[in-house]
């Protein structure tokens, strides 16, 4: 298993269980620590379980960056948002609006979009006079990044 980290502090953990995950199913002791990685630093962290017979093999993903230079434009009844693409392999990209501070981001597309753009069609529904826009890449495992800063956009009234 091969994973590169950025410069700093981690912790890691490591902790067997049967299928249940209680904590009575635990197949032995855990492994913790705490490794500081220096730039330009290549370190080898190679862990035996206690039993000393299982062969374990994983990987780590880290999360994607957050998309940047995100721009919304309100044209109409639509809003066109762009972004700089990542330079990683990703799926594509999930696009979230919030119409209220006081909800959470809902993500409008069910799918990822390949490209770095998206049109928002607001249709006949009534909207807010300001609508929050963030952008998050996808892996390719399908694990969502970092949100982009958000974006605000202020509708006209009618």
Same mark, same amino acid.
């Given at each position: #298993?091969?994973?590169?980290? *950025?410069?700093?502090?981690?912790?890691?953990?490591?902790?067997?269980?049967?299928e249940?995950?209680?904590?009575?199913?635990?197949?032995?002791?855990g492994f +913790?620590?705490?490794?500081?990685?220096?730039?330009?630093?290549e370190?080898?962290i190679?862990?035996?379980p206690?039993?000393?017979? #299982?062969?374990?093999?994983? +990987?780590?993903?880290?999360?994607?960056?957050?998309?940047? &230079?995100?721009?919304? &434009?309100?044209?109409?009844?639509?809003?066109?948002l762009? +972004?700089?693409?990542?330079? /990683? /392999?990703?799926q594509?990209?999930?696009?979230?609006? /919030?119409?209220?501070? #006081?909800?959470?981001f /809902?993500?409008?597309?069910?799918?990822?979009?390949?490209?770095?753009?998206?049109?928002?069609?607001?249709?006949?529904?009534?909207?807010?006079?300001?609508?929050?826009?963030?952008v *998050?890449?996808?892996? &390719?495992?399908?694990?969502v990044?970092?949100?982009? *800063?958000?974006?605000?956009?202020?509708?006209?009234?009618?």
């Amino acid at each position: #298993l091969e994973i590169e980290l *950025a410069p700093g502090s981690y912790e890691f953990t490591v902790e067997l269980y049967t299928e249940s995950f209680r904590i009575g199913d635990r197949i032995g002791p855990g492994f +913790w620590k705490i490794i500081d990685v220096q730039p330009d630093e290549e370190l080898e962290i190679t862990f035996y379980p206690a039993t000393e017979t #299982l062969n374990i093999t994983g +990987w780590i993903e880290l999360l994607l960056p957050a998309p940047t &230079e995100l721009h919304a &434009e309100p044209l109409g009844s639509e809003v066109h948002l762009s +972004w700089l693409a990542l330079p /990683q /392999q990703n799926q594509g990209y999930f696009i979230l609006a /919030q119409t209220d501070p #006081l909800n959470r981001f /809902q993500v409008l597309n069910t799918r990822p979009v390949a490209e770095p753009n998206f049109t928002h069609n607001l249709g006949e529904e009534k909207f807010p006079m300001e609508i929050r826009y963030t952008v *998050a890449a996808v892996s &390719e495992n399908g694990l969502v990044g970092y949100y982009a *800063a958000t974006k605000t956009v202020f509708l006209e009234s009618d």
